[in-house]
């Protein structure tokens, strides 16, 4: 059975940075897409971004660019969301997400097979 367990979530201040875990297990990752969706209150679920397991490829949302690194560690079973310079609008649910091997194109949240039960970065001063 698959589980991603995200770990990392907490309080910081604008401009602060976290670094958020997602430990994966269950099967073998090899080909999948890792990602990272958030939902902040009232609002839909959407794409933050994605890896392909060899990490030959790496896409992230235009608001996250230049701020965020996804990672991940293949000895560890594990991805990562590294966040800098988070800003009040980054508060959200993370969700650490996973797609069978397909398109890399795909970043709907349909289009992802296995989810996180999530955790929550709250920015705030």
């Known amino acids: 059975q698959v589980q991603l367990v995200e770990s990392g979530g907490g309080l910081v201040q604008p401009g602060g940075s976290l670094r958020l875990s997602c430990a994966a297990s269950?099967?073998?990752?090899?080909?999948?897409?890792m990602g990272w969706f958030r939902q902040a209150p009232g609002k839909e679920r959407e794409f933050v971004a994605k890896?392909?397991?060899?990490?030959?490829?790496?896409a992230y949302a235009d608001s996250v660019k230049g701020r965020f690194t996804i990672s991940r560690a293949n000895a560890e079973n594990a991805v990562y969301l590294e966040m800098n310079s988070l800003e009040v609008e980054d508060t959200a649910i993370y969700y650490c997400?996973?797609?069978?091997?397909?398109?890399?194109?795909?970043?709907?949240?349909?289009?992802?097979?296995?989810w996180g039960q999530g955790t929550q970065v709250t920015v705030s001063s």
């Open positions: 269950g099967r073998t990752f090899s080909n999948y897409i």
């Open positions: 890896i392909r397991w060899s990490g030959s490829r790496v």
């Open positions: 997400v996973a797609q069978a091997p397909g398109p890399f194109s795909r970043s709907a949240p349909s289009d992802y097979d296995y």
